[in-house]
């Protein structure tokens, strides 16, 4: 079946999600669109987040996407909903936080850590509500800039945020739920900072799904070789180089 897998962000954090979607689906075509210029996501508003993604799936359409990933918990929280009613053709897939993954597991002492739109949003209290054990301790810790910083590459201000924001908790929480798919991609320095914690995020589960949606409407792909990646970046080529070493990394 022809046509790509779309997958956007703010930026370089949904090559967390693209990763796990290339290991599950290698047979198809990928156009990941990195939405750099306007990051940090988590600091707008619904109304500017709404206009921007908007801007980015009909750009994806153009380009010939048979189905658009929301690799982005503050836009999948935001704006979601919006665009399946204002795209009723096109097959959605967020991401949010694995808040159910902790209670599935059953971790009592579970940090949520993701953006401030996303650790204050309706989605994410909805979320709490199901899944969350009566004897189990939730932690809601917001990011502030840290995806910004992840994006620029700031290692020693990352690090210093990243102490200031969880020092208090080592040998306190067993889990940690990476609410914004750019700390997927700083795995390595949360772990120094919280080596006792399980680190959970959603790109498994957003893969899968991804997966089902394509049986469900028949349009996975036939190939056998594997699938060409187009990755754009709305700010600069340098970014695109470092998403392809990124990805190679991960």
Do not use: W
Not at 35 to 43: L, R
Not at 81 to 110: C, M, Q, W
Not at 190 to 212: F, M, Q, W, Y
């Amino acid at each position: 079946m022809n046509g790509k897998i779309g997958v956007f962000d703010s930026g370089l954090g949904g090559l967390s999600v693209l990763k796990e979607l290339m290991k599950l689906l290698p047979g198809e075509d990928y156009l990941f669109y990195e939405d750099s210029i306007h990051n940090p996501y988590g600091i707008k508003t619904e109304e500017e987040l709404l206009e921007i993604t908007s801007n980015i799936v009909d750009y994806l359409l153009e380009n010939g996407c048979k189905i658009i990933v929301i690799a982005c918990n503050t836009a999948t929280t935001c704006c979601m909903k919006s665009l399946r009613e204002k795209y009723p053709e096109v097959i959605f897939v967020g991401t949010v936080p694995a808040i159910k993954v902790a209670y599935d597991n059953h971790f009592k002492n579970t940090i949520i850590l993701s953006t401030p739109y996303t650790s204050q949003s309706k989605r994410v209290q909805e979320l709490l509500h199901d899944y969350t054990d009566v004897d189990q301790n939730i932690i809601n810790i917001s990011g502030e800039n840290l995806a910004n910083l992840i994006e620029l590459d700031k290692k020693d201000e990352i690090n210093e945020l990243l102490h200031r924001l969880l020092d208090s908790y080592v040998d306190v929480a067993d889990s940690m739920v990476l609410g914004c798919t750019h700390y997927s991609l700083i795995k390595d320095e949360i772990h120094a900072v919280l080596p006792n914690t399980t680190l959970l995020d959603g790109c498994r589960g957003v893969s899968e799904e991804v997966k089902r949606q394509l049986e469900f409407h028949d349009l996975l792909s036939n190939k056998e070789q594997q699938g060409s990646l187009t990755i754009i970046n709305n700010k600069s080529d340098a970014l695109i180089q470092r998403s392809y070493e990124i990805l190679e990394e991960l």
